[in-house]
């Protein structure tokens, strides 16, 4: 099973770039990785999710380097509102599937 | 379109006693999973359901049952609770499931579960 691995905890203030970097040396060629946010008392919440390279929506971008042993979450310009957890995930699917969500990193936003 | 439901939304059980948690989402998704939070963790998969008619445990079955009722309905429940078992639940759903592929999950606002 591909584990993940990521800081425990990071602070930045308002108008930063936050960059969340996960481990994840394990990950399967057909793995995909996918990052999830969530918010205290609510479900989490689909942010981004890519293969290869660089993947970039309204909210994020998603860095992965060619070995795909890692991956970044970047958090352009974040706000108090982003202060929660976000989650590295990393798709299991053979023979069973398996969801690894991990303890997260928890981001809190400064003003 | 309301997403994700979950019911009910708090509980409280004593030892022993059993109960069933409803999700059902209306998104026409195939697959559906339910999770547990312990505090300051992350989420652990119990059970998941593929598609219409298919079950397998995940991460940490032991203690519960499932039944995908229809497409659109997927319960947990719980036969004998344990304090242990105390935690939040969450129901998610998702286009369905290939392999390597975490397809979107959307997620249901979560049941307070407490056993004393």
């Known amino acids: 099973l591909a584990k993940t691995t990521q800081p425990i905890s990071m602070d930045s203030y308002e108008g930063q770039e936050v960059n969340i970097t996960c481990s994840h040396n394990?990950?399967?060629?057909?793995?995909?990785i996918t990052w999830y946010q969530q918010f205290p008392s609510q479900g989490p919440r689909f942010i981004i999710q890519?293969?290869?390279t660089k993947v970039t929506n309204e909210v994020a971008s998603l860095f992965i380097p060619a070995d795909r042993k890692s991956s970044t979450l970047s958090l352009p310009r974040v706000s108090l509102s982003d202060t929660a957890v976000y989650y590295c995930?990393?798709?299991?699917?053979?023979?069973?599937?398996?969801?690894?969500f991990g303890a997260g990193t928890r981001l809190f936003v400064k003003a | 379109n309301a997403g994700v439901t979950q019911t009910p939304k708090f509980q409280v059980l004593k030892t022993g006693q059993s109960m069933t948690l409803q999700c059902a989402q209306d998104?026409?998704?195939?697959?559906m999973y339910w999770y547990r939070q312990d505090p300051g963790m992350g989420l652990r998969l119990i059970y998941y359901?593929?598609?219409?008619?298919?079950?397998d445990k995940g991460e940490v079955p032991n203690g519960y049952n499932v039944s995908r009722l229809n497409k659109r309905e997927f319960s947990l429940r719980l036969e004998s609770a344990a304090p242990s078992q105390t935690s939040v639940y969450f129901c998610?759903?998702?286009?369905?499931?290939?392999?390597?592929?975490?397809?979107?999950?959307?997620f249901g606002p979560g049941t307070r579960l407490t056993v004393t």
């Open positions: 890519g293969y290869k």
């Open positions: 998104m026409n998704h195939n697959s």
């Open positions: 995930l990393v798709g299991i699917n053979t023979g069973g599937f398996k969801t690894i």
């Open positions: 359901s593929a598609s219409e008619g298919t079950t």
């Open positions: 998610a759903s998702s286009e369905g499931l290939t392999s390597g592929i975490v397809y979107e999950q959307y």
């Open positions: 394990n990950i399967a060629t057909n793995d995909y």
